[in-house]
């Protein structure tokens, strides 16, 4: 955007005000009210405002009119709009085609991937087509994912038997006939597209990084090469590729579709339980939440009584693990165990670049310590100058003190 | 005058007895070796060279430690000329002569002086390096041999043959000479025997004609057994050298691996090998293996060696870093390495039991020709900027630089780039094979993996086949082995230079003109396989003193210099030990005060960087130099 | 207890060396203790099965089939012959397709179950039924009690695959089988190729629909963590601790305070 011109004349007149009576104007008496400085002071965030319709769903097709004046042509949006206005629930009467969705929905609620699976469907089903969810009863915003209509489908019980639930899709995707059948490509979505795949004899593609009307994408050979098609019947698509849907809220009508109920036949698994992963006992490679000693830490034991009332994952750097204080496996680095997880929490690491190395994938970082120029300190998202021994102990006493709150209440 | 006679025949006669004995053990020894694969060796050329190998080569490895070359030379000459002379006593006109048992007495007087040199390395206190068990009594056997022969002739030259003196001080001799005799089967005196044999019949006789022999043998991939499971897959002379092994603990001191408390202990490894072929081998009584795991499992030329539940764990093979030193200070001429590799070759080809840890590196090798599994073509990337010639498509150079594996590490790299503009500069006509550069596959051999090594090894040399170029310059010595060394047995057979030597060569040419360093304070730390494997010690310090630095030696340098403990896979082997290798070095170099250590090697750069808390600069010769050739300007 | 276990031809990531692919390998080792596995290829080379065969396979079966012919009919023709009792593959191939629906296509045809994403397994006491622990993610599992025969597939969390031994692939044998006939062109969607494009990943928080420029600034971080980045110089022990927690909360990897709802 272009720089603002001066206008002496209007900063003049800025200055001034008119009278009722015609007579010719007076100055302002309180001049600090309107551009005393010469240029106005642009306002970057009221611009960027302005330039959104109201609501701010959407950018204004003409920006340009938008921050021209000397003031907001708009008022500020204000923060809680979307939940103050009740928005509008968009209803879709008789879609001309039906995109289906089959979510993990794990525990009845839908996680960032489904809802990018159901942005992908959004986009795929233009404004005349619908999306339709296959998902369990406790489902909640559905409707604000992206979808019009919604199907009954989900698990009858808690038992563990994709090739009935599989049998049950199926028969539900006969009975709705949708164009197209999206799926996550999680671990259980992208099970249970492929055995819909291999029942129904549709192909699959698999994996889809890019979903539009006029072609869906998918990496194959090694993410050398890159296979183009048109969306087929039964698509999977790909975590964190295709946004999830950002438009007013839909309504996600319940539809009743009558598939076959399927027989009562014993599959062959005989018993299926969850085992939770232990941090205590997990794998670097897998921990989600990874707390880690390095050199400025005098007294292991706090650190080894912290690690659990975290509920974290123990690791160490490099040089703990070859005094033989810290078992080898514990060992985050290049030449330990490069880490792929959500949160890294560093006590007295200094972070060097073989370290570096070994947290690169962490989602999050939080480092304590005594050395403010540590390159562990610039990486972290949340970054402590200070003795790491003493925050730890801090920390053991303030969960101490919130787990003593827990039980009194109790 | 029967005393007398009696005497001049049953001396000499004890002696005769002695080599009687001294051979049926030896016999009984050999049938051992004899369980052992069949070798090539030149009898006869070996036997004409054995005494230029005692006193030249054995000579020099023994000499580092003066006492006890004085000692040796003392009591094993004595020992020697007192034992031949007495035999020769069998013969009536020297029995007769008076002067002739004044010089036998002589003789065994000078054993004596050297029992009492071998006793006082045990007594009051055993040196730490030394075993015990029979060792222990040596001393006794030697003085009873030495006291005893010294009495008896010098009883015969008095003449006073009668009384009963005579037949004690024979006594004596008979009990310390049928005891020496007695112990070369199984006690220190096999040492002389087997070490003699050795000498003859060594695996590597290059080793005696002045040229560093110390290419791995290539191995035959069609053979029924790869690599070495049990004592019978040794060759027999590679047995018999195990035999030779005189338990002095040189290569204990020497073993990186060991200072660093990982569980290797050359010396126990040598006699766990002696122990494992024989069952009636005698305890061990050295230092054990750091971590003191006992040997267990069965014993016998068919017993498997290596296992968790057998002799030697697979942790104390991994642990070596392939450096020779064992190989350089062992007095015996005892091949560790070899050895190692050998055992480590069944390991991995017959049993895919490579540490956990170098599994992806060696599989990456294998499948793309690169241990990290990076695109060949990214080797080059660190001469971002630079104007890096790459040698396909141009007809031929004088140079071939070699990049090797420090090309794809970011602190190396910066050292390349130092190489790169020294050779721009001075108007050297040289280029690097680019993409189409592979591994050497040092990694792989060292480990074990001789399959991936010979596939890579060929490969390379088809590549280089393409192309026409002068000479192969490397900054990585590992290369500079494997390529200069090694893969002759291939059919590659190129002129390979290390950058210190080339850099060298251009100063001295003129092309390069560097200043004086003055006021930098430099210690060298010389790469294993540049100064032991290939005998080049002085180029990098010739290179340094041009520079003009203050230079500094650490109390092991050069061809004894201790290992930074990256060779031999052992990093990526990670066996966990008391200390790092590394940091030991580092606290040696920081002994000489100088503020930086000097490095010609990308495993050295790597390992010596990753020391906490050092105080002295890591820099290679290549970076130091343009440093100083950039200083002028 | 026979184990047949799937060999594709697999792709090295960089080098595009023919190798067997990871999870291959690892079902491999997951197969060897349980009993002897026998590798089963079908493809028109055999140099993959020769590379199973050096990492833990016994014996390994080549059916020769021409390249981009659908494998699934000669495999469930072999199958369907040799009635294994497991029936291993990896959940996905390396450096073909890696639409990882052979698998499936397998289970259908021989009317088998399949158990997918498996990361170890055991006998269980009853004669016949396995003990499959299942990966969920971060190390989370089910385990599984099944009765087979049947198929599963292998997820990346499994043991490591045991080293390649040039001895034991050397030694292995490979017996070559004819396709049976009847077998037709695999009949996939049209599909265009090009090199691959890589592209910009969803950054979490990102705001959904926004403008360029906001999706720009949550791209490069301005309103992820490292613009919410913070730095505490000497705070007290205590404001670091409490600082801390809400951050790791904020994040969602620490629980919230013990609620009193539960007793």
Known sequence: MSRLRRDPRAERAAQQIARSDGASPRPRYDRTQRATGGRPRRDPRAERAGQRVAGGVRPRYEIGQVSRGEGPVLAPRPQAAPEAVAPKILILEAPAFLIAVVPDAAGGRLSAHDRQVLGAARTLAGRDGGVV?????????????????????????????????????????????????????????????????????????????????????????????????????????????????????????LLDVEAASMAGRTGPILAATRIPADPATVPLTLADFVTAAGNGIRDLDTFRRLVPALRATPGASRVLCDAGLMPRQTQVGASGTVLAATCYFALGISGAPQHLQGVAGCEHVVAVNTDLHAAMIERAGLAIVQDAQTVMEALLRRLAVEADAGEQVA | MTGPVLLTTLFPG????????????????????????????????????????????????????????????????????????????ILPPLAGSRIYWVLVALAFAVTAVGSFLVGARRYPEKQKRLSAGRFQILPFLLVAYAAGGTLTALLLALGGGGGVLAPLALLLAAAGGLGLAFEVRHGPMRHAAAGALHLVAHPRPGRFEGRPDTALQPLDLDAPRLGSEMPADFTWNRLLSYDACVSCGRCEIACPAFAAGQPLNPKRLIQDLVA??????????????????????????????????????????????????????????????????????????????????????????????EPGGRSLAARTDFAAGLDLPV????????????????????????????????????????????????????????????????????????TLARHRFGRIVTADPHALHALRNEYPAFGGHYTVMHHTAFLLELIRAGKLVPNRLEDVSVTYHDPCYLARYNGETEAPRAVLDAIGVSRREMGRSGRRAMCCGGGGGAPVSDVPGERRIPDLRMAQAAETGAGIVAVACPSCTAMLEGVPDRKAEIRDIAELLLQSVEAGR | MKIAVLVSTGRHPVSGATVLSRLEAQAIRLAAGLGEPLGLHAGPEQAVLREALGQGLVRGEHIVVPDGVDPVPALAARLAATKPDLILAGRRGQGGDETGLVPYALAETLDLPLIPDVVAMASDDEAGTLRLDQSLGRGALRRVLVRGPLVVTIHPDAPAPFAYAYGQARRGTIVPLDAAPGTVEGTGPTVEERPYRRRPKLVKGAPTGGSAAERLKAATGEAGTAASGRLLVDPDPDEAAREILAHLRQIGVLAPPTRPSIP
């Not at chain 1, 099970?191 to 539009?212: K, S, T």
């Not at chain 2, 054995?58 to 003066?66: G, K, M, S």
């Not at chain 2, 070596?320 to 390991?347: G, K, Y």
Request: glycine content about 10%; proline content about 6%; aromatic content about 6%.
């Open chain 2, 391 to 462: 040698l396909d498509g141009r007809d031929g150079v004088d140079v071939l630089l070699w990049l090797g594996e420090g090309a794809y590490d970011l602190r190396y790299g910066r050292t390349l780039r130092a190489l790169v503009r020294l050779l721009r500069q001075a108007n050297v006509d040289f280029a690097v094979l680019g993409a189409e550069e592979r591994d050497t596959g040092d990694l792989a051999r060292r480990l074990g993996d001789e399959a991936t090594f010979q596939s890579l090894a060929r490969a390379n040399i088809a």
């Open chain 1, 133 to 253: 969810i296959l998902a369990p009863d406790a489902c909640e915003g559905i409707g604000s994912a992206g979808a019009d209509r919604w199907v009954r489908f989900g698990d009858d019980a808690a038992a563990y038997d994709p090739a009935a639930r599989a049998a049950r899709l199926a028969a539900t995707l006969g009975a709705l006939a949708p164009r197209h059948v999206l799926f996550p490509e999680s671990l259980d979505g992208g099970d249970l597209a492929r055995r819909v795949a291999a029942r129904m004899g549709a192909p699959l593609f698999g994996n889809a990084e890019v979903v539009a009307a006029t072609g869906v994408i998918r990496p194959a050979r090694g993410r050398r090469v890159e296979q183009r098609a048109m969306p087929g019947l039964l698509t999977t698509v790909a975590p964190d590729a295709v946004a999830e849907y950002g438009g007013p809220p839909r309504e996600a009508r």
């Open chain 2, 276 to 369: 494992g072929l024989s069952p009636a081998e005698p305890a061990y009584a050295g230092n054990p293996y750091p971590g003191g795991r006992e040997a267990e499992g069965e014993r016998g030329p068919l017993a498997r060696l290596i296992g968790p539940d057998a002799r030697i764990h697979p942790d104390t093979l991994w642990s070596c870093t392939t450096c020779r030193a064992c190989v350089e200070e062992c007095p015996m001429m005892i091949e560790h390495v070899d050895a190692v590799v050998s055992l480590r070759r069944h390991q991995t080809l017959e049993r895919g039991a490579l540490p956990e840890k170098a599994v992806g590196p060696v599989t990456d090798l294998r499948q793309a020709g």
């Open chain 2, 14 to 89: 004890l002696v005769w007895a002695m080599a009687a004995l001294a051979l049926v053990q030896v016999w009984r020894r050999a049938a051992l070796w004899r369980a052992g694969a069949a070798a090539p060796v030149a009898w006869l050329d070996g036997l004409a060279k054995l005494p230029r190998r005692y006193l030249v080569d054995v000579h020099h490895v023994v000499a580092r430690d003066a006492y006890a070359s004085r000692m040796h030379a003392v009591v094993a000459g004595g020992l020697l000329a007192a034992s031949v002379l007495t035999a020769l006593a």
